[in-house]
């Protein structure tokens, strides 16, 4: 059984929320067509607009909001496709648009018996190889991002830019500290919490930055590299 033709809609509602995208959800043969989460993520392909400080991946999350475990990996699956797929600490995976998969509408299968699951595809800040980032670039990705939003979902055009918050890895000195242009720093508060809205695991450590506390110019400094850079709308 296929899963939902209604995706594109679904993804407009879920990227309002959270930054998100649509959901395929897996049926009772645990599979998800190609083609309908194909149709989600070629939105951000298409889009016009400025985006060259985002990037766009697909996001594996358990319908029972079950973590999925070391070593998760989709499969993309056709008559002519075979194709690995390892997921990242998120269950994120770099989603290949392939003419060849789309035509045979192959199957994208989670290496979990048993456990039913949704795709979403996630639109995040690219992270910066050296851990420094301009106050003004954040802003101008939170921007890219809200445009994008606006973009599937007209009713979002009342939603503004608040900050991002920085996800990092559960096992690594994670931290960040903002360096003021006239050279002062301090660092930022790390707390706990879930990447993405709706995520089961709520115990990476985070750093949350606001616009407003800091209106000039100013860099975020991050200690090591986060999994990922999420926008913050209100």
């Known amino acids: 059984m296929r899963a939902s033709r209604h995706l594109i809609a679904a993804f407009a509602t879920l990227l309002a929320v959270a930054s998100t995208g649509a959901q ?6 645990e599979w998800v067509s190609y083609r309908d989460a194909y149709r989600a993520m070629v939105q951000f392909e298409k889009y016009g607009g400025p985006k060259n400080l985002l990037q766009s991946q697909l996001q594996v999350q358990s319908r029972d909001h079950a973590g999925l475990g070391e070593g998760a990996q989709l499969t993309l699956t ?4 075979q194709l690995n797929l ?15 998969a789309y ?5 994208l299968i989670l290496n979990r018996k048993g456990m039913p699951f949704v795709l979403r595809p996630q639109v995040t800040i690219a ?3 050296d851990g420094q ?8 990705a939170c921007a890219q991002a809200l445009g994008f939003v606006r973009y599937v979902d007209a009713s ?3 939603r503004q830019c608040a900050g991002v918050r920085f996800v990092f890895p559960k096992k690594e000195n994670a931290g960040a500290r903002l360096r003021q242009a006239e050279g002062g720093e301090q660092a930022l508060p790390v707390t706990a919490g879930a990447a993405f809205t709706g ?3 709520e115990g990476f450590p985070i750093v949350t930055w606001r616009f407003s506390t800091a209106p000039g110019r100013a860099q975020v400094v991050t200690y090591n590299a986060p999994l990922a850079i999420v926008p913050i709308f209100e």
């Open 127 to 129: 992270p910066r190889a």
């Open 156 to 158: 979002q055009r009342g």
């Open 78 to 81: 056709g008559k002519t496709t």
């Open 103 to 107: 035509d045979e509408n192959a199957a």
């Open 199 to 201: 995520d089961p695991d």
């Open 24 to 29: 395929a959800q897996a049926q009772a043969g």
């Open 133 to 140: 980032y301009d106050a003004a670039d954040l802003r101008t």
């Open 86 to 100: 390892p997921l990242d600490a998120l269950g994120r995976t770099v989603f290949p648009l392939q003419k060849s």
